[in-house]
């Protein structure tokens, strides 16, 4: 079973070998390695370029293109469409997998999740090198439906499931991976393995635009999950209370 792994860029030359080499160093060559590039303008596409060897050497089939984008959610779909893997992960530019994680998920799959809609793992996040905390939410729809407590980085997707419920919506510019999981509400069909598959860089757009992911997990909730907006709202303004109180504390500290 193949599985297709994306990855999205733009101006990423001090992050992407690390995220390349991770995926170079899997126990396992059955994967498809896409990398959707937004016409950066520093080194990021001559580093690109500079693993094509590596992958042919490790049998391992590598795609890429380098092309404006309107944002990660459109590179994503781009990189779907390009993709023939029967199962997709998408993996930050600053990220990287353990080495064993995607035959992890390759068995997982292949003996228990053919007729699942996502299987996912627990990931670290971190900041200068250091983990900041464990992310190992269960996925549950009374909790889901409140906010996004898995980590969608790593996760592997069944293909059949976009084929159902489409691709990601390019009008989101955080919130998208949400938004295109809470198309199946409580249906969604979910397995988790116990295991810290990846790492995560703390920093990334979300933490830069925490009201707009709020806004926008709002927007997800309201309109694709039907939760009256009252809710959407109340949930809204507890989970900015807690954001804004864990930030002062930080401070103080």
């Known amino acids: 079973m193949k599985l297709s792994v994306i990855t999205a860029t733009y101006n990423s ?46 049998n391992i089939s590598f795609k890429w293109i380098s092309e404006k984008d309107s944002g990660i959610y459109d590179a994503w779909n781009k990189g779907l469409r390009l993709s023939t893997g029967e199962w997709v992960s998408f993996l930050g530019s600053d ?95 979910t397995m988790k393995i116990e295991f810290n598959s990846a790492f995560m860089t703390d920093g990334g757009v979300s933490n830069d635009n925490v009201i707009l992911a709020f806004k926008e997990t709002l927007r997800a909730k309201r309109d694709t999950a039907n939760i009256p907006y009252i809710v959407c709202l109340y949930d809204f303004m507890i989970a900015w209370l807690k954001n804004k109180y864990r930030r002062n504390f930080q401070w103080v500290k």
């Open 95 to 189: 990220d990287w997998y353990v080495e064993n994680a995607v035959e992890y998920y390759q068995k997982t799959i292949l003996n228990t999740a053919s007729k699942l809609d996502l299987v996912y793992s627990n990931v670290n996040l971190i900041r200068n090198n250091k983990v900041l905390k464990n992310i190992n939410g269960t996925w549950k729809w009374k909790v889901f439906k409140k906010y996004m407590n898995i980590a969608h980085v790593g996760a592997f997707h069944n293909k059949i499931y976009f084929e159902t419920y489409g691709y990601f919506n390019d009008s989101y510019k955080i919130a998208g991976d949400y938004e295109l999981l809470l198309r199946a509400k409580k249906e969604l069909k």
């Open 13 to 58: 030359e001090k992050t992407i070998r690390k995220t390349i080499n991770s995926i170079l160093n899997q126990t396992v060559n059955d994967i498809e390695y896409i990398i959707i590039d937004g016409k950066s303008n520093d080194s990021t596409v001559q580093i690109i370029k500079e693993y094509e060897q590596d992958f042919n050497k490790a």
